[in-house]
């Protein structure tokens, strides 16, 4: 298919703005490349050549992870540590043809990530390799390419057969997006611009624009080069000019802006401006550049903590994997945004990306909707911590894989911190000290408006040599929350950040009696561990990993001491991979607040009572048990003096939280019928929440997140599919297999139950409900119109649901 290069660039602007295309790919030069590829599972080292025939070949659009299209298995090369699911080697093929440009261009294509040791080739000519599978790169494609009737063939070889090659799951393949870019010679380059903010007040912000130029001409050329500052109703607020002689390569240029009564950025006000940088030669516009710009300052404190736009801030964070539950690595940026969504209801406004550097899309949405981030780049460095490992590429390529991950994230106002490490064993090593250097100085030559810190496991100064290094601005540490409290006698003077907590394990809707008794799992390091035989957690606050503790212990010392300006619990989310203490059939992690699919576990509204500013009455579990069994029962609440507990209409009386205790309970004997709990302050009634036995199982709810979405191909339905009875109660132990049918303009693009040991597969159109519940996730095509689910299942009554794609 031709390309037609020749387009109005102020309309094609326009169009791939309102597509939300990242910042760095929004120009008019700038073309969207996932569409039309090939695609075969395996290797074949004549795959490269143009001539190679791959009709054969699978064709698909990108993002695409082949890994989460395979089936579970213990012989699976990651082993659980990746889910189990396949790996190995594949290519991606596409073909296209260019109009020759009517003026010298210069052509690239950018990939957002591509995991993991990609090599690519346009027209049999090899033009780079990448071990690194979380960072984008840019080949330059001009000396290569074909023009006219001749077509074009980009070939990417991807392999991920070396295993185990990381501690969780990664997915495989090219899952992040791709761009093709054409640019005039004279452009700014690559993540050329840098926004700072060197004095921010209410009153005044003084802005700074750093630019690099390219001058890809063979004679120096004189050009203009403005700057527009808007707000986010469009109107112009400041405005640079300079004429600058370019010579051939590279220049440098700065331009300097005032902006009055700023409106700043915080979590609470993502209040974002955006700069336009015009390159104009001989009065003709030849690069536009579009910047973020969110306005707010910050400042670590040894003994208050962290402030945020002059004001003591806690920040409620959560750690993030990447994978996106039943969709895998593949990036898709409406399964962020419903992350991002569920842990913003939460009260979350801080995420720390572990461990490695996100996808563009997810940092623009954390601009967009309010997170404060901290960018992390290595989970090793020359030490082993996975066999097959980053360790075997860093002498080769870490400086530049740091470089590239700090000038590609370095203008999101989100990102506050940066973090050179996660539990790095050199910690425990003097090499520790020359490498820490090494990294800390490779970011500030970039970057000196952030902290630089690396996540310890080591609390004893005496013998961390990342921190005798001298070289962190900010001191993170994970887990042992309890040391915590010596840091300021440990560390006279210094900052802290609490970057890794908890590792407390659950199993949505499983509970394990008493409450009150905290079951480690394992015991100890390599101890003998026998759990539950269903391969379930308690969903009480009552499991913990042996370097773990509860979510209420924890949040107990960092609420009750300003020097801790807040945490991040491990994690926010299940993810794939790292099930333990389980072996294999368990397949993703039991740490996360919110299960696989998205649906919170119990926790979730402790921290929503604690961290938003919602009225919370949450009280579980369920009520379907044996006669006579003694139940604890508990409320998590806030706005609230104390809560009632009413079995079958009979109080139980009324309780208050005690210090540091941050949910009440009741143990009580179980009688069919129901459960209510009500909360009161001054001695009025807040909420009511009541709680049925379910009868048998008789129906099917299906509930969509969106009934109306885009026509574009990508975008997602999240519909959460409940078993009920006759009344409409969930039937909280229900296992019925679920069929579904999606018939119209969208299809299956994924299934799951949360279950952290179920193998069926994730795409696919059925799934056993796992306590009551599962998930289809269902995808729009490129066509508007209807999109009928239909959810059936032996015995139940069958459900539908009538989804709109415009």
């Not at 405005?239 to 009564?261: H, I, R, W």
């Not at 590792?503 to 079951?519: C, E, F, I, K, Q």
């Amino acid at each position: 298919m031709k390309r037609k290069q020749q387009i109005n660039f102020f309309l094609l602007a326009m169009v791939l703005a309102l597509l939300g295309c990242d910042q760095n790919h929004q120009l008019a030069e700038s073309q969207n490349f996932d569409k039309d590829w090939k695609f075969m599972l395996g290797d074949d080292s004549l795959a490269f050549q143009p001539s190679y025939k791959d009709s054969n070949w699978r064709a698909l659009n990108l993002p695409h992870d082949w890994s989460i299209e395979g089936e579970f298995s213990a012989d699976a090369p990651a082993t659980t540590e990746g889910g189990a699911l396949p790996t190995g080697i594949g290519w991606y093929r596409k073909t296209f043809q260019l109009e020759k440009p009517e003026t010298e261009k210069q052509f690239y294509i950018d990939f957002d990530g591509v995991f993991c040791n990609s090599e690519v080739w346009i027209n049999g000519h090899h033009i780079g390799k990448r071990p690194f599978g979380y960072i984008g790169f840019r080949y330059e494609l001009t000396p290569y390419l074909h023009f006219g009737e001749e077509a074009n063939t980009l070939a990417v070889r991807v392999d991920n057969s070396a295993q185990p090659a990381s501690r969780w799951y990664t997915g495989s393949g090219i899952y992040r997006h791709v761009w093709l870019v054409e640019k005039n010679p004279v452009h700014v380059a690559h993540w050329g611009i840098f926004v700072t903010t060197p004095e921010v007040s209410a009153e005044l912000a003084k802005v700074k624009l750093d630019i690099q130029l390219e001058n890809r001409k063979e004679t120096n050329l004189s050009v203009v080069v403005k700057s527009t500052i808007t707000d986010a109703d469009g109107q112009a607020v400041a405005e640079a000019q300079n004429k600058l002689d370019l010579t051939v390569g590279l220049s440098t240029l700065t331009q300097n802006f005032e902006l009055k009564t700023p409106a700043l950025w915080s979590p609470e006000n993502p209040n974002l401006y955006t700069i336009s940088t015009e390159v104009l030669s001989s009065g003709k516009l030849v690069d536009l550049y579009e910047t973020p710009l969110g306005v707010r300052f910050f400042e670590f404190t040894a003994d208050q903590g962290f402030f945020l736009n002059g004001t003591q801030y806690k920040l409620h964070g959560v750690n993030q994997h990447h994978d996106l539950g039943a969709l895998g690595a593949a990036v898709n940026t409406r399964a962020m945004e419903r992350q991002l969504e569920i842990l913003k209801d939460m009260g979350v406004n801080a995420i720390r990306m572990a461990h490695n550097p996100p996808a563009p899309e997810l940092l623009k949405l954390c601009d967009k909707m309010g997170f404060l981030v901290i960018d992390e780049s290595f989970d090793e460095w020359k030490k082993t911590k996975a066999k097959k490992g980053y360790h075997l590429y860093w002498d080769e390529w870490h400086k530049r894989d740091l470089e590239d991950m700090i000038r590609r994230d370095r203008n999101h106002p989100s990102i506050f911190v940066w973090s050179i490490g996660n539990e790095i064993p050199e910690q425990f090593d003097t090499t520790g000290v020359q490498i820490t250097r090494e990294l800390v100085d490779i970011v500030k030559a970039l970057d000196t408006t952030r902290p630089v810190t690396a996540a310890l496991t080591e609390t004893d100064p005496e013998k961390n040599n990342l921190y005798k290094s001298g070289a962190l601005d900010l001191l993170s540490f994970n887990y042992k929350h309890k040391e915590y409290l010596k840091f300021p006698d440990r560390y006279p003077g210094e900052c802290m950040l609490a970057s890794e907590n908890m590792s407390a394990l659950s199993t949505r809707g499983h509970y394990d009696m008493p409450s009150d008794s905290v079951r480690i799992w394992p015991p100890a390091y390599k101890a003998p561990f026998d759990g539950n035989s269903d391969f379930t957690a308690s969903s009480y606050d009552n499991a913990i990993a042996y370097w773990g503790a509860t979510h209420e212990d924890t949040w107990a010392v960092v609420k009750n001491n300003d020097f801790i300006p807040g945490m991040f619990i491990w994690s926010g989310f299940d993810y794939i991979g790292e099930p333990l203490p389980y072996p294999y059939p368990a397949r993703s992690s039991y740490l996360g607040i919110i299960d696989l699919c998205g649906f919170p576990k119990d926790v979730y509204y402790m921290y929503q009572s604690e961290w938003s500013d919602k009225t919370v009455l949450h009280l579980f579990p369920h009520w379907n048990w044996t006669e006579g069994q003694i139940i604890d029962l508990w409320a998590y609440y806030n706005n609230a003096d104390e809560v009632e507990l009413f079995v079958n209409g009979v109080s139980q009386g009324r309780k208050s939280k005690e210090k540091d205790q941050f949910h009440v309970m009741w143990r009580v004997p179980f009688q069919p019928g129901s459960i209510k709990a009500i909360s009161y302050k001054d001695g009025q009634q807040v909420l009511e929440q009541e709680i049925k036995t379910a009868g048998p199982a008789a129906k099917i709810e299906l509930i969509a997140d969106r009934s109306k979405i885009n026509a574009d191909g990508t975008d997602l339905s999240f519909i959460t599919v409940k078993v009920t009875d006759k009344d409409g109660n969930m039937v909280p132990d229900a296992a019925n297999l679920i069929n579904f049918k999606v018939e119209g303009e969208g299809f299956v693009a994924g299934v799951d139950n949360g279950y952290q040991a179920s193998v069926e597969p994730f795409k696919a159109n059925y799934r056993k409900a796992f306590n009551g519940m599962c998930l289809l996730i269902v995808q729009s095509t490129e066509k508007a119109g209807t999109i009928n689910v239909t959810a059936s299942s032996d015995g139940l009554d069958t459900s539908s649901l009538l989804l709109t794609s415009n």
